[in-house]
C-alpha cells in the first residue's frame, strides 16, 4: 500500500495553499479530475507519482525541460556549483557566459539581462519599451500569455482561458487601460488598431507561435506584418519566445521565421529547468535600464548560480544542429501518430492535439499511464528523452482510451 495517497495530500495542500496548488492549472480542475497526482520524481521521460504510478510525460514543466527529467548532466552541473555556494547577489561568470550564449543563438539578442521567471521578464521589457518611446499603450492578442504582471493579464491564454477568466480581478483599470487587444494572426484587426493608437503604442507583444491557446502556428505574413507596423509607428516588436526560444530552433521562432523583433523575451529552456528567464535585444533600448539608465529592475535571486549552471549546460548542447532535426522528427513520428484522433498543430517540437472531449481524452490517458496538459489550452513538449516507446504508447493509449469512451 501506498504511503500517502494524492486525495490526502491534496486535502492537506487545500487547507494551506489556495486551490491545493501553486499555479492554478495543475490543480486539473478543467479536466474534471478530483485531485491531480502529487509528483514524487522524474527520470527521462517519465514521472513517478507519490503513489508509484509511472507516466510518460508529455508536459515536461511546460516546455523548459528539452533533454527529460534528472538529465544527468544537468544535475551534475548543478551540484557542482551548489558546491561553490547557492546564490551570492554579486556578479559571477556565469551570467557572463549565459548571456554571450543567448547573444549568440538569438540574432536580435544584442544586450540581455537574466531574471528568474518569463513574468519578470514580459513585464520588465514593456517597461523597457514604455521609457524608450515614451509612449504608455501596448498591443497584445487574444490568448497571448505573457505571465501574470497586471498590464499582460487582458484576453490571456494558459490558466485564464483554462478556466474561463477574461480578465483578472485585482488589475486596477489604470494597467488594464494602456492595453489593446486584437485576434491573433488577424491582420487587419493589428493594422486597425495601430492606426488608432499607433502615436501611442510603446510596443506589440506577440507569442510568434501562440502556446497558451494550444498550438497555433502565425499565419503566413502575420509576424512580417507586425514587423512593418512598428516599424511604421516606432512602436518596439516584442517576441515572448518563453516556450519557442531554443524550442522550434535554437535561434527560437525568429530564426526559424527569419522575422526579427527589438526585444526578446526568453525562459524555460534557457534555464535548464531551474528558475530563469530573460530579456534582451537593441542595445539602444537595453541601455536604458539601471543602473546605466533610468528604467529600474532588479533581483535579489537574477543571474542565480545554480540557474546559470543548468542553462549554459543545456544550452551548450543545443549548438549542435542535430538536435533540432532529432526533436523535428520525433515530433513529426508523435504528430502522425495522434492525426487519426482530431486536428494536430504542431511548429517543432510543440504540438496540441485539437478535439472534442478534450477533457476525457485526459483522463482516458492518464489512467494508462500517460501525462498530457491538463487542459485544452496547452502544449506538449517533445523533449530528446522521447523515443519510439514512449510515441508507440501514448498512441496506442489514445486509441484505447478513445475506443473505451465511445464503448
Ligand atoms: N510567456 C509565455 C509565452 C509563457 O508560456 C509563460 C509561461 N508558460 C510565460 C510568459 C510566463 O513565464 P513564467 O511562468 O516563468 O512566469
Redesign the pocket.
Known amino acids: 500500500m501506498a504511503l500517502v495517497t494524492r486525495s490526502a495530500l491534496f486535502a492537506r495542500a487545500r487547507r494551506m495553499i489556495p486551490g491545493g496548488v501553486n499555479?492554478p492549472v495543475r490543480a486539473w480542475r478543467a479536466v474534471g479530475a478530483d485531485d491531480p497526482f502529487f509528483v514524487a520524481r522524474g527520470e527521462g521521460a517519465y514521472l513517478e507519482d507519490v503513489e508509484g504510478r509511472r507516466y510518460v510525460d508529455w508536459v515536461m514543466s511546460?516546455?523548459a525541460l528539452v533533454f527529460g527529467h534528472a538529465d544527468p548532466e544537468t544535475v551534475e552541473a548543478i551540484t557542482d556549483a551548489a558546491r561553490d555556494g547557492t546564490s551570492f547577489g554579486a556578479p559571477t561568470e556565469r551570467e557572463v557566459e549565459l548571456a554571450e550564449e543567448i547573444a549568440d543563438a538569438v540574432s536580435s539578442v544584442e544586450m540581455v539581462r537574466l531574471v528568474?521567471?518569463?513574468?519578470?521578464?514580459?513585464m520588465s521589457a514593456l517597461r523597457v519599451a514604455r521609457a524608450f518611446t515614451s509612449r504608455d499603450r501596448i498591443l497584445k492578442f487574444e490568448g497571448?500569455?505573457?505571465?501574470?504582471s497586471d498590464a499582460l493579464l487582458a484576453s490571456a491564454?494558459?490558466g485564464l482561458a483554462t478556466l474561463g477568466i477574461p480578465a483578472s480581478a485585482g488589475v486596477t483599470s489604470g494597467a488594464a487601460g494602456d492595453t489593446i487587444v486584437a485576434p491573433y494572426n488577424d491582420v487587419v484587426a493589428a493594422a486597425a488598431a495601430v492606426e488608432r493608437y499607433g502615436e501611442g503604442l510603446a510596443a506589440i507583444i506577440v507569442?510568434p507561435v501562440a502556446?497558451?491557446i494550444g498550438v497555433v502556428p502565425p499565419a503566413d505574413g502575420f509576424l512580417e506584418t507586425l514587423r512593418a507596423l512598428c516599424d511604421a509607428s516606432g512602436a518596439l516588436l516584442i517576441f515572448?519566445?518563453?516556450?519557442?526560444g531554443f524550442r522550434v530552433a535554437r535561434g527560437g521562432a525568429q530564426g526559424r521565421f527569419g522575422v526579427k523583433p527589438d526585444l526578446t523575451?526568453l525562459?524555460?529552456i534557457v534555464g535548464g529547468g531551474l528558475?530563469l528567464?530573460a530579456f534582451g535585444g537593441r542595445a539602444d533600448a537595453m541601455e536604458r535600464l539601471a543602473p546605466g539608465g533610468n528604467v529600474y529592475q532588479a533581483g535579489t535571486l537574477s543571474g542565480n548560480p545554480l540557474a546559470t549552471a543548468a542553462g549554459l549546460s543545456v544550452l551548450r548542447r543545443l549548438r549542435d544542429p542535430s538536435v533540432y532535426e532529432d526533436l523535428e522528427a520525433r515530433a513529426a513520428k508523435l504528430e502522425a501518430g495522434l492525426r487519426p484522433f482530431g486536428d494536430v498543430q504542431r511548429v517543432g517540437a510543440m504540438l496540441t492535439l485539437f478535439r472534442p472531449g478534450y477533457d476525457e481524452l485526459f483522463r482516458g490517458l492518464v489512467a494508462r499511464g500517460v501525462y498530457v496538459a491538463p487542459s485544452q489550452y496547452e502544449a506538449m513538449f517533445v523533449s530528446l528523452a522521447h523515443g519510439d516507446d514512449e510515441i508507440e504508447k501514448t498512441v496506442e493509449a489514445a486509441r484505447d482510451a478513445l475506443a473505451d469512451d465511445r464503448g
Open positions: 499555479s511546460w516546455g528568474s521567471s518569463g513574468t519578470e521578464a514580459a497571448g500569455y505573457h505571465g501574470h491564454g494558459s507569442e502556446g497558451n515572448d519566445e518563453v516556450i519557442t523575451i525562459g524555460k528558475p528567464a
